[in-house]
């Protein structure tokens, strides 16, 4: 009988072809390996640079909006000292402005936390302000809320409930005026609640005091000051936050 061993099946493919086939294989995933290693290190690089251009940015809007807070405390603190409204102990006094020298950097600290937060929160809610967005708007918003503060120390009314009344209209009709939105509302609020906290903290501690208090140690007015203060310096936040990229809102 004739022998099985003679007649194994054996593969018809050269060994040559099967070592090119699996060397080319090896070739094109070494390629797709480096492929994916370039686009992961490009991916990196890019959302490096775009984290390092938004923290440059929020500096940037930070440092303008700190200038603004210490503008604006020089300007209407020095009215309040000369209208006797606000008084500071000798001591403390500084030579610029004839303010007391933490005045400044506090509430440009103040300013700058308010105004970066302001736009935050819209895109947590998801509710873009679109209201007035251009910078002479945010001016005349500027022009009003200076007007409130000057008339807290020019206007003589018989007492402080109607001044303050009438000085809680006028930041109402500002916040209507410039920005109609829930979160400037309820930011101002908040700021206006938390500020005068602060204060009677401050001047019950004995570092400076109000004349003629009626509202525990400082005045019932005061409130309506911060609360349009954090509407104005949110306004200015927002539109650094814009940057000019969106038209504005013709209402």
């Not at 251009?134 to 009003?144: L, N, P, Q, T």
Request: aromatic share 10%.
């Amino acid at each position: 009988m004739p022998r099985l061993e003679g007649n194994c099946w054996s593969c018809s493919c050269p060994t040559g072809v099967k070592h090119k086939t699996l060397s080319s294989a090896a070739v094109w995933a070494s390629k797709a390996g480096e492929m994916m290693t370039i686009i992961t290190s490009v991916l990196s690089s890019a959302y490096g640079s775009l984290h390092s251009i938004h923290a440059t940015n929020l500096l940037r809007r930070g440092l303008v909006l700190f200038t603004v807070g210490v503008i604006l405390a020089l300007v209407l603190n020095l009215l309040q000292i000369q209208r006797n409204v606000t008084l500071f102990p000798e001591e403390v006094i500084a030579t610029l402005f004839s303010s007391a020298w933490w005045v400044p950097p506090c509430c440009g600290t103040a300013a700058a936390v308010v105004g970066l937060l302001y736009p935050c929160i819209d895109s947590r809610l998801g509710e873009p302000h679109k209201f007035k967005r251009e910078w002479a708007s945010v001016m005349r918003c500027i022009a009003v809320f200076v007007g409130i503060n000057h008339a807290s120390a020019k206007l003589d009314f018989a007492n402080n409930v109607q001044l303050s009344l009438t000085l809680a209209a006028l930041s109402l009709g500002l916040w209507w005026t410039f920005d109609r939105s829930r979160s400037g509302f309820g930011l101002g609020i908040t700021i206006a609640f938390l500020a005068t906290l602060i204060t009677q903290f401050l001047v019950y501690n004995g570092v400076y005091q109000y004349t003629s208090p009626d509202f525990l140690y400082i005045r019932s007015w005061l409130p309506c000051i911060f609360f349009s203060g954090g509407v104005t310096v949110g306004n200015i936040g927002r539109q650094l936050a814009m940057g000019g990229t969106e038209k504005p809102h013709n209402d």
